[in-house]
C-alpha cells in the first residue's frame, strides 16, 4: 500500500448540503432574535433563579425536623383564650401522633424479635413485650375511649376523672 494516496483516484464525495455563500451583509434576523432574547430574558432570569437556589442552600430547612416549642396545656389557658385553646389542641394532636408512633415502633421491634427468634420468642423477647404492655397500658389510660372525634378538652377530662378516681381509691385503702 502507497504511503501517499493517489488523491486523484480516491476523490471526496461531495457534501450533501452545500454552503451557501453569503451574497448579502444584511445579519440573519433569527440569530439577532435568538441573541436578545438570550440577553433580554434568559440570562437575568437564570442569574436571579441560580441567586434564590444559593440563599436556599444556605439555609437549608428540613421539614422532617421540624421542633415545635411547647405551648401551654389547656388546663392552663386562660378563660375565653380561643387563641391558646387552639394552639393547645394542635400539641394535644402532635403529642397523639408521637404516641401513636412510639407504640407502632415498639410493636415492630416485638414482631421483629419474633421473627428474628423463632419458637423461643416468649423467653428471648420478654423484655420486649413487658415494653410494649407498658407503652400500650400508657397509650390506653390517656387516649383509650375517645374515639377518633377526641380532642384535648374530653382528654384533660378523662385525666380529671381518673385523677378523681385514685384519690378514692387511696381514701378507701387508708381508712
Not at 502507497?2 to 461531495?14: F, G, I, L, R, S
Not at 448540503?17 to 451574497?23: D, F, L, N, Q, Y
Not at 415492630?108 to 410494649?132: D, M, S, V
Request: aromatic share 10%; proline share 6%.
Amino acid at each position: 500500500m502507497p504511503e501517499d494516496p493517489d488523491w486523484e483516484a480516491y476523490k471526496v464525495p461531495p457534501t450533501r448540503t452545500p454552503v451557501s455563500e453569503r451574497a448579502t451583509s444584511v445579519p440573519n434576523p433569527v440569530t439577532f432574535i435568538q441573541t436578545v432574547f438570550n440577553y433580554v430574558v434568559d440570562a437575568p432570569v437564570t442569574f436571579v433563579r441560580e441567586w434564590i437556589e444559593r440563599q436556599h442552600a444556605k439555609n437549608k430547612f428540613y421539614y422532617y425536623h421540624q421542633k415545635f416549642r411547647r405551648v401551654p396545656d389547656l388546663s392552663e389557658c386562660l378563660e375565653g383564650d380561643y387563641l391558646c385553646y387552639y394552639e393547645a389542641e394542635a400539641q394535644w394532636r402532635r403529642d397523639r401522633m408521637v404516641d401513636q408512633q412510639i407504640v407502632e415502633i415498639v410493636r415492630e421491634r416485638l414482631g421483629a424479635c419474633k421473627h428474628r427468634e423463632g419458637p423461643n420468642y416468649l423467653q428471648n423477647c420478654a423484655k420486649e413485650a413487658e415494653l410494649l404492655a407498658q407503652v400500650t397500658k400508657a397509650y390506653q389510660d390517656r387516649y383509650g375511649d375517645l374515639g377518633v372525634h377526641g380532642n384535648a378538652r374530653t382528654c384533660l377530662m378523662k385525666q380529671k376523672h381518673r385523677m378523681m378516681e385514685e384519690r378514692k381509691a387511696q381514701e378507701n385503702a387508708s381508712q
